[in-house]
């Protein structure tokens, strides 16, 4: 009944009749994703309709209330297949700002016009297979990298930027080569940064350094809505970027990687959305060049270097480990360099491990990412080796026993999820230079045996990758269990069946043959 009367009306009245039927529909609708199939027919002819009106010369807010429904409709993919034309689709365009021929953004009253086009195309494209070919053909990406060039440095026009965005990693995650010409032919990687550069309101302090301020205020949501979709339309961009081929991309890569450092440091309006743009930074993170992640510490200032020499002459000097990480200010830094953003990183990684699910998609990516960090940056290996397995004083407790980021890991160990474990292990694995005897020492022959056995390594010895030769010093505790531990003890079969040290097995049937031979 509410398409029947809508459809009437948008077939016969006038703008201001149509403006108030297509608001009540709009209004009832919002919230509906599932639509009855009966209403199917009247559905499409209604789409149909309202194209129609959108062609005249109507007013903005009789723009606006068509654009509504024509987005609620669209959820519809069955709705969308009769009214999926070209024609449409330049409309919808046009309405946009999309058009090479619109120069400016200067009219205030066009934006709710603007914001709900680029919605109706987002839904558009996501349910129609017709709609993602005809962007193809209407070279759709390069238009909206046109709009963005025009709004990137505006803030009271997030709402375009976002769903500008949004349909920039639609088209780029439904076709390949979309991502290919919005890397080359777009200049897509330095203008999605900008985009991000613009969202946090980055001020450089050096080439690849900017300027954080910790008591300054969160993202507002519109700003965190625009960084992330930016930080997803740079994922699809940068998915196969394994190799820097030119000292251009290096230098845009670090650039990238720079910024995503200062979007590790800032917070969104809650702790969801901070979780949600540190996730889809960290994401982005795994497609940079490992070489290119050099960027995410950086050296104290002098200002930095003088409190730190303060704070460590006041630590007691049997306090090593927290020597290397204390500052007055609680900027994590290790060896001179600040490392704030692979603490937040290693924070992140726990939070991810306390929620206990999930952990293909929401832990492997950061752990794969501190891995290559450490196998590629000494600084950053021993910074984490320092977190992760300080000097071992708990030797009284089996490796996964207990709550500390060690046993956490450890766990992961012999998790049921063959990619789970692996990355795990191969984590701790680097943090110990690859060394057996010393991944033994912080998880146990149990735990590690999985790894080791992959690794032709059960019988000891060390990876393939070379490591600086730091020492890894001994805790006095450890030192006095360490004779007692017996971390691995040969076993084998008494004749019974049962298990028993390997001596005492051979032992028996040793026994046994000596019996049967006196017999004979």
């Not at 509410?2 to 006038?14: C, K, M, P, T």
């Not at 349910?127 to 709004?151: D, F, I, Y």
């Not at 976002?162 to 080359?184: E, G, M, P, V």
């Not at 930074?281 to 930095?304: K, M, R, W």
Request: glycine share 4%.
């Amino acid at each position: 009944m509410d398409e029947e009367r809508a459809l009437y009306i948008v077939r016969a009245g006038e703008a201001g009749a149509i403006e108030r039927v297509l608001r009540d529909y709009s209004d009832k609708h919002r919230a509906t994703f599932k639509f009855e199939s009966t209403d199917e027919d009247k559905r499409k002819k209604l789409c149909e309709g309202i194209f129609k009106v959108l062609v005249k010369d109507i007013p903005t807010t009789c723009q606006v209330s068509c654009l509504e429904v024509l987005r609620i409709l669209s959820r519809d993919k069955k709705v969308l297949v009769p009214v999926t034309t070209k024609e449409n689709m330049q409309i919808l365009l046009r309405l946009a700002k999309l058009n090479e021929s619109d120069d400016s953004l200067e009219k205030v009253s066009e934006f709710p016009v603007i914001v709900e086009s680029l919605k109706c195309l987002c839904n558009i494209v996501f349910n129609s297979q017709m709609a993602q070919q005809l962007s193809l053909e209407l070279n759709l990406a390069a238009k909206l990298c046109n709009l963005l060039r025009k709004c990137k440095d505006r803030k009271f026009i997030n709402d375009i930027k976002c769903f500008d965005l949004r349909l920039l990693f639609l088209l780029s995650l439904l076709h390949t080569d979309i991502r290919s010409q919005l890397r080359y032919e777009l200049q897509g990687l330095p203008l999605l940064t900008q985009i991000l550069e613009s969202a946090f309101s980055i001020k450089w302090t050096d080439e690849y350094e900017s300027a954080i301020d910790h008591n300054g205020p969160p993202l507002s949501p519109q700003e965190t809505d625009c960084a992330i979709e930016a930080l997803k339309a740079l994922f699809n961009v940068t998915v196969d970027s394994w190799k820097v081929h030119k000292e251009s991309d290096s230098h845009q890569f670090r650039v990238m990687a720079a910024v995503l450092r200062h979007c590790l440091l800032i917070v969104g309006p809650t702790e969801d959305k901070t979780e949600e743009l540190h996730s889809n930074a960290v994401n982005l993170l795994s497609n940079v060049p490992v070489s290119c992640l050099d960027v995410l510490i950086c050296p104290l200032t002098h200002e930095e270097t003088a409190q730190e020499a303060t704070t460590l002459d006041e630590l007691p000097s049997d306090k090593t480990a927290e020597k290397e990480t204390v500052l007055k200010n609680n900027t994590m830094v290790y060896n001179g360099m600040n490392m704030e953003a692979i603490h937040v990183l290693l924070s992140f990684m726990e939070k991810r491990i306390d929620k206990g699910s999930s952990y293909r998609e929401g832990l492997t990516p950061v752990l794969s990412l501190l891995t290559e960090c450490s196998r590629a940056h000494r600084n950053i290996r021993k910074f984490l080796k320092d977190q992760v397995l300080p000097p071992l004083r708990d030797v009284t407790n089996r490796p996964e026993v207990g709550s500390t980021v060690r046993n956490k890991l450890v766990r992961l160990m012999t998790h049921v999820d063959l990619g789970v474990k692996q990355i795990a292990a191969e984590f701790l694995f680097v943090l110990c230079k690859e060394r057996v005897d010393s991944l033994l020492k912080y998880t146990g022959y149990g735990n590690a045996a999985g790894l080791l056995a992959a690794r032709g390594l059960l019988a000891g010895g060390r990876g393939d990758n070379w490591y600086s030769e730091d020492e890894d010093t001994d805790t006095e505790e450890y030192k006095n269990a360490k004779p007692k531990e017996e971390l691995l003890k040969p076993m084998g079969l008494k004749p019974d069946g049962t298990i028993t040290p390997l001596e005492e097995a051979l032992n028996q049937y040793s026994v046994i043959e000596e019996t049967s031979s006196d017999t004979d």
